[in-house]
């Protein structure tokens, strides 16, 4: 999944909160232990370096805008993306505005780099207003500039937005692409609604001529449906993947466990494992006797 900090640094400010805790701390006994006498130094070199560190980057970056001639246009947006990286907001819209100056058209990856820039730096508010400007100019309409937002809405955990948002792509004619359904499919499984991740997992297969399976990623939806024990939604999962070329042991162990805590009992699972080319294991003999004392249930209607 796409995360809208990203990999931004932290502002240097916040590492000397242990030093002045461990001040504290020995002002309120009247006197330092040396032990917190050491760690207050420690803290303070720490803070002392990275701020040494941030001062050496920013020097290389005046250095390095100096030379950027009209020509070299993706400087530009290197340097963006690395004074977002530092988090210096007022020279990434510095740039940003003396970039736009100079060049006529701002393209496709130059609003990439300034949304991304702006996600970095937690100014959401910004980076749509660019989005914004950028839907009403391309002609291109660019899924992977839309997927930005998207992926930000997600991480924020605000999914009733997500959809409105991906509402509004379709609306403005942007196809959605295989990033997109799988944004959405993740962005629901933590919110662990598993019929609407079902519905964009199948999205997700279906938009590609080979699946390049992920494996972690399926065990996290079948952990999911497993608690819940929702029979049908784990056959519905186990039937897409069969489809995908993606069936083993693990997934049907884990299709059993789903039943065990159903309290029901699946029939003619050794034929379909059989039929799938999956071996039994130790854990799926314990499983097949244990739902074999359950209520017999019949595979869902058009997912044996």
């Given at each position: 999944m796409v995360n809208t900090r990203y990999n931004g640094v932290r502002p240097v400010a916040h590492v000397n909160a242990p030093a002045?805790?461990?001040?504290?701390?020995?002002?309120?006994?009247?006197?330092?232990?040396?032990?917190?006498?050491?760690?207050?130094?420690?803290?303070?070199?720490?803070?002392?370096?990275?701020?040494?560190?941030?001062?050496?980057?920013?020097?290389?970056?005046?250095?390095?805008e100096k030379r950027i001639s009209r020509k070299d246009r993706t400087a530009y947006a290197s340097l963006i993306n690395l004074h977002a990286n530092l988090q210096n907001k007022d020279e990434v819209f510095r740039i940003w505005k003396e970039m736009k100056s100079i060049f006529r058209k701002v393209n496709d990856t130059?609003?990439?780099?300034?949304?991304?820039?702006?996600?970095?730096?937690?100014?959401?508010g910004e980076a749509m207003n660019m989005y914004t400007e950028w839907e009403a100019v391309s002609v291109t309409k660019d899924t992977r500039i839309a997927n930005l937002i998207l992926a930000a809405y997600i991480y924020k955990n605000e999914m009733e937005k997500t959809v409105d948002f991906h509402n509004r792509m379709?609306?403005?004619?942007?196809?959605?692409?295989?990033?997109?359904?799988?944004?959405l499919m993740r962005g629901y499984l933590k919110q662990k609604e598993m019929d609407e991740v079902l519905k964009f997992f199948?999205?997700?297969?279906?938009?590609?001529?080979?699946?390049?399976?992920?494996?972690?990623?399926?065990?996290?939806?079948?952990?999911?449906?497993?608690?819940?024990?929702?029979i049908q939604v784990a056959e519905e999962l186990l039937f897409t993947l069969r489809h995908a070329k993606y069936v083993n042991t693990e997934i049907y162990n884990a299709l059993l466990r789903t039943y065990v805590n159903a309290g029901k009992m699946l029939m003619i699972v050794a034929e379909r494992m059989k039929k799938d080319n999956v071996k039994m294991d130790e854990e799926t003999q314990k499983l097949i006797g244990i739902t074999s004392k359950m209520t017999v249930t019949k595979v869902p209607n058009g997912v044996a």
């Open positions: 002045e805790e461990s001040a504290a701390r020995g002002r309120g006994r009247g006197r330092e232990s040396p032990h917190l006498q050491k760690e207050s130094l420690e803290s303070s070199s720490l803070l002392e370096c990275l701020r040494s560190l941030q001062d050496k980057a920013n020097s290389t970056l005046r250095e390095m130059e609003y990439s780099c300034i949304i991304l820039s702006l996600l970095k730096l937690d100014e959401f379709m609306q403005k004619g942007i196809s959605p692409s295989y990033t997109t359904w799988e944004l199948k999205k997700t297969v279906m938009s590609v001529s080979k699946w390049d399976s992920d494996a972690k990623m399926v065990r996290e939806m079948l952990h999911v449906i497993e608690e819940q024990g929702d």
